[in-house]
């Protein structure tokens, strides 16, 4: 059974008609690269494996929980799902130790000490367990993105979802960002990002997802997708990325 | 029979009123912080009939005179059969009116913080109460102080009118003392003195938190 199950999902902001019944499944272990142009619903397909975007029409299966259009508590579901942001967001009032420790000290209850050894083994992971009593303001981009995967992955997700994770960060940080990724999906954790690194996609995923208004217009082994794309908005999209 | 009032007697007096008038504002200013919360946590609530209801409230004491609010309980609530004294009438109107201020300062100040806080804390799995408990209040309240003490200074002068139905705080006991000594000028100068020397180390004390949280972040 797939881990991620998505089917006939559709998705309105106002009029605007952003997901137009989008199929997905996402098998344990798949590190899946979401690519599209901005606009594509990209983003907010995404967004709605979590529940940060409720969807209209369709149904959402994450681990064999099922969850229908309008439905409400979201909470069992995002225990399972962890995302990382493009900006990082993490709680500027607490240390880099308690931003890690928050969720699974207040949602799971776990004792103090069991989270901090938790956190710290989290965030050696990451190669921040120095910082533990650092302030975010006090670290580089690089590492508090960093953190937020710690930060996520101390609530032992089934699945992360990354949001151009890489994207708000200077051109020399990226790639520290990167080896924790790659790090994580060679230890077999299920992935999920929405992604400009098309290198990075081609090289780490072992599906790829081209989103085009709406659709998901094409999709397959990163390499032979790259390699030889059979719509023609595709190609147009990998050359136009390349470009640059 | 005719009594002589000397200086003294005049800043004796007006002390007595000026207790009232810190008693009041701290009063006003307590259950006005109270209330501002409850009304804070409807006004931003996904309920729409609790936002409805805050909204309300906010838009009604701010855009009515407090002056017609005190009235309005001070003559409204005997119709009712409920008998209430200038003190009482007084304390619940500077109340009501302090609260929905607050509740207005607050809501800015948690629409400040960046929608990607709320999103993070969702995305752990928190719920509603534990993100406004560890993530979203710490943070408006560090934004918060610095105008909610600058809005003290507001309450303190609000309290002025209470005088109007009667209850001898600074000012009802400063037009008292005009009326008996034939020195307005005087007088008044003193009861401004006083109220200054209440709202001065308020704003004094605002400008500095405005200064620490400003080098802060």
């Known amino acids: 059974m797939s881990l991620v199950k998505l089917t006939g999902v559709h998705k309105h902001f106002g009029t605007n008609h952003v997901l137009k019944g989008v199929d997905l ?72 130790g308690e931003n890690v420790m928050l969720a699974p000290t207040v949602v799971k209850r776990r004792s103090k000490a069991e989270t901090e050894a938790l956190a710290r083994e989290m965030l050696d992971k990451v190669g921040l367990a120095d910082k533990f009593a650092s302030y975010p303001e006090q670290l580089s981009g690089g590492q508090q993105q960093r953190v937020a ?51 990075f996609a081609r ?21 032979e997708v ?19 | 029979m005719l ?16 207790k009232w008038t810190l008693a009041l504002s701290l009063i006003a200013f307590v259950l006005g912080g109270l209330v501002g919360l ?13 936002q409805a209801f805050a909204k309300g409230y906010i838009e009604v004491f701010q855009g009515t005179p407090l002056l017609m609010q005190l009235f309005l309980v001070f003559f409204g609530l005997p119709l009712i059969g409920l008998d209430v004294s200038p003190w009482f009438a007084a304390a619940l109107g500077l109340t009501l009116f302090t609260s929905a201020y607050l509740a207005e300062i607050w809501r800015g100040c948690v629409e400040a913080l960046p929608k990607g806080q709320w999103e993070a804390s969702e995305s752990l799995a928190l719920n509603y109460l534990q993100q406004m408990r560890h993530v979203i209040l710490p ?39 005009a009326n008996a000594t034939f020195q307005p000028l005087l007088v008044f100068g003193l009861v401004a003195a006083g109220y200054f020397a209440l709202c001065f180390p308020l704003s004094l004390f605002a400008k500095r938190l ?8």
């Not at chain 1, 149904?59 to 493009?86: N, S, Y």
């Not at chain 1, 089934?158 to 999906?185: F, G, K, N, Y």
């Not at chain 2, 409850?38 to 609790?50: D, G, H, K, P, V």
């Not at chain 2, 405005?210 to 972040?217: D, I, L, N, T």
């Open chain 2, 210 to 217: 405005e200064k620490k949280f400003h080098v802060a972040r």
């Open chain 2, 139 to 177: 943070q408006a309240l560090r934004i918060a102080i610095p105008p909610t003490v600058g809005f003290s200074v507001q309450v303190v002068k609000g309290t002025a009118v209470a005088s109007i139905i009667g209850f001898a705080e600074l000012t009802k006991t400063g037009s008292m003392l």
């Open chain 2, 3 to 18: 009594v002589q009032f000397t200086t003294w007697d005049v800043i004796r007096n007006l002390l007595e009123g000026g």
């Open chain 1, 25 to 96: 499944a996402v098998e344990q272990g798949d590190v899946v690269a979401l690519i599209g142009r901005s606009g594509s619903g990209k983003s907010t397909l995404l967004r709605t494996i979590n529940g940060l975007e409720r969807i209209d029409e369709g149904e959402l299966l994450v681990d064999g929980a099922a969850l229908h259009a309008g439905q409400g508590d979201l909470r069992a579901l995002r225990q399972k799902v962890g995302m990382i942001f493009q900006q990082f967001n993490l709680f500027p009032h607490l240390t880099v």
């Open chain 1, 149 to 199: 995967i710690a930060r996520a992955l101390a609530m032992q997700p089934r699945v992360l979802l990354c949001d151009e994770i890489t994207s708000a960060l200077d051109p020399e940080l990226v790639s520290e960002v990167l080896a924790v990724v790659r790090q994580l999906a060679r230890e077999g954790m299920t992935l999920i990002m929405v992604t400009h690194e098309m290198r």
């Open chain 2, 38 to 50: 409850l009304i804070l946590f409807a006004r931003i609530a996904r309920n729409r009939a609790l």
């Open chain 1, 226 to 244: 790259f390699a030889d794309p059979r719509t023609p908005e595709l190609a147009n999209f990998i050359g136009a990325v390349q470009a640059h």
């Open chain 1, 203 to 223: 090289e780490v995923g072992n599906k790829l997802i081209f989103m085009h208004h709406g659709r998901i217009h094409e999709s397959g082994d990163p390499r």
